[in-house]
């Protein structure tokens, strides 16, 4: 992995105790409260973050980068549980979305941080989904996972997904989001890495449940040419300005080769 140069960051942010093996790779300091809900993406340097019709896109868009699976892996390390929904589940059907998954080489020392954090061994796999389409999840994942849906999804989709906490959060279509992490909250799981697509993000944006945001910026264009391809940016489905404006505070700047690894407060 090319190394992370720490570029700036604010002080007195928290900091978790890193194994001498994750801090030797992530300089500067990386911690969370205990409720804490933050997200991670990566987008292209002109802001897509998915190609949804485009095989192993995020690689593409990522440019490759084993930083960026190596900051994935940490941020994993660190939450209670992982957030998704159901179309980026639908867009990584082999990911198991663990910390060792994406970065194996780490994956003593990513395992050392949950022990150290009190943290289960592996974080939980939480799916956003109104239902009304079935769900593959992860071979083996059964039992670490709780989907979040609505009264009819979880009527639907119960049948369908043996040994699977399926919690109805709210009527009608959409699952509501807030009670979605309160419901999440309820059980325990208070640190929430939210690596649902830019649409559960632009959900949670709008009802103020983000607390920051990781984004890495890859130094490759995308490009947009609609009648082509499909190309998604970081938030999609949620107009906010002019009526509302969502502020970011930069909390830190790293960088790996051309990659930057930039870490924002919201709200
Ligand atoms: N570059 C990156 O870092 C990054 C990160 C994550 C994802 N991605 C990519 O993003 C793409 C998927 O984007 P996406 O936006 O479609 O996926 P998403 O945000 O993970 O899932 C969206 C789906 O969640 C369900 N949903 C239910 N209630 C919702 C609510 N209140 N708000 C929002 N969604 C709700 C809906 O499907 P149903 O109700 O029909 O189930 C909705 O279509 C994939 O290509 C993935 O690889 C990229």
Redesign the pocket.
């Known amino acids: 992995m090319e190394a992370l140069e720490l570029l700036g960051e604010p002080d007195g942010l928290p900091a978790f105790p890193l194994p001498a093996g994750l801090a030797g790779r992530y300089p500067g300091s990386l911690g969370f409260p205990e409720e804490w809900v933050y997200a ?4 292209t340097l002109d802001g ?5 019709e485009v095989p192993r ?2 690689r593409l ?2 440019d490759a980068s084993d930083t960026d699976h190596f900051v994935m892996a940490l941020l994993r390390a660190c939450a209670h549980v992982v957030l ?9 059907p082999s990911s198991k979305w663990l910390p060792e998954s994406v970065y194996p080489a780490a994956a003593a020392e990513l395992a050392e941080l949950r022990t150290a954090l009190g943290l289960d061994p592996q974080p939980r796999l939480a799916i ?6 079935s ?1 593959a999840l992860p071979e083996g994942a059964a039992a670490r996972t709780t989907v979040l ?2 009264r009819a ?1 979880a009527e639907r989709l119960g049948g369908e997904l043996p040994g699977v906490e399926i919690v109805p959060v709210s009527e009608g ?5 807030r009670a ?1 992490v309160a419901a999440l909250r309820e059980r325990g799981h208070a640190r929430i890495l939210s ?10 944006l709008r009802a103020g449940l983000i607390d920051e945001l990781f984004l ?1 910026l890859s130094p490759v264009v995308a490009g947009r040419a609609p009648v082509v391809r499909e190309a ?1 940016g970081l938030v ?2 949620e107009p906010f300005l002019p009526e509302t404006r969502v502020g970011a505070t930069l909390r830190g700047v790293r960088r790996s080769g051309s990659h930057l690894f930039l870490r924002y407060g919201l709200g």
């Not at 897509?48 to 949804?52: I, R, T």
């Not at 956003?128 to 389409?133: C, D, E, I």
């Not at 279509?173 to 989001?177: A, K, L």
């Open positions: 991670n993406f990566v987008e897509v973050v998915a190609l949804p896109a995020n868009i990522a998704v929904g159901s179309g980026t589940l639908r867009a990584s956003v989904t109104g239902g009304r389409s769900l849906t609505t999804g279509d959409e699952v509501d989001v979605a690596e649902g697509g830019p649409t559960v993000f632009a959900s949670c890495t998604l999609e489905g």
